[in-house]
């Protein structure tokens, strides 16, 4: 639940420019912001939805770079995009603690993952969040490694 916060956090210390990825990089600050934003409903709230509504649910894979590409969302400023993320997913936190234990346990079945359960999404929802955030920090350490000069022999991996 804490993800909006922390990337509003790491965005607003970034310079406008450092939001774009460097050329070749699949991933700069404000694209993941976007595609968090992005797949919060669709990947999911609406799929955690259909299954604890549908016995068995198909479930099919989304392709992130084609939606964002006809999103829209690139046209919108960082600063509304983290606070529609913000409220979104604070409504959907709320959302996910008021499943139950029975909730939780019903499945569907993914195109490539196969079975997958709500509580199993739950917890992907969250490793998702590291693994885009850990994306940020990266994007931003490269942007600040050449400019610390010699002190770079002080830097741990």
Do not use: K
Not at 85 to 96: E, P, Q, S, T, Y
Not at 132 to 147: D, G, I
């Amino acid at each position: 639940g804490a993800t909006p916060a922390v990337l509003t956090a790491l965005v607003a210390a970034m310079p406008a420019a450092w939001l774009q990825p460097r050329s070749g990089g699949d991933w700069g600050a404000r694209s993941v912001v976007e595609h968090l934003l992005d797949v919060e409903g669709i990947a999911f709230r609406e799929r955690m939805q259909r299954i604890v509504d549908q016995d068995d649910p198909a479930v099919r894979s989304i392709d992130p770079a084609a939606r964002l590409a006809g999103s829209g969302l690139a046209q919108r400023s960082v600063p509304e995009l983290l606070d529609d993320l913000a409220r979104r997913r604070a409504a959907d936190l709320a959302w996910v603690r008021s499943l139950t234990v029975r909730d939780l346990d019903r499945t569907a079945v993914h195109d490539v993952a196969g079975t997958i359960s709500v509580r199993e999404l739950v917890h992907y929802w969250a490793t998702h969040d590291l693994v885009h955030l850990s994306q940020l920090l990266a994007a931003l350490r490269e942007r600040l490694v050449p400019l610390i000069g010699g002190m770079v022999r002080f830097l741990e991996d």
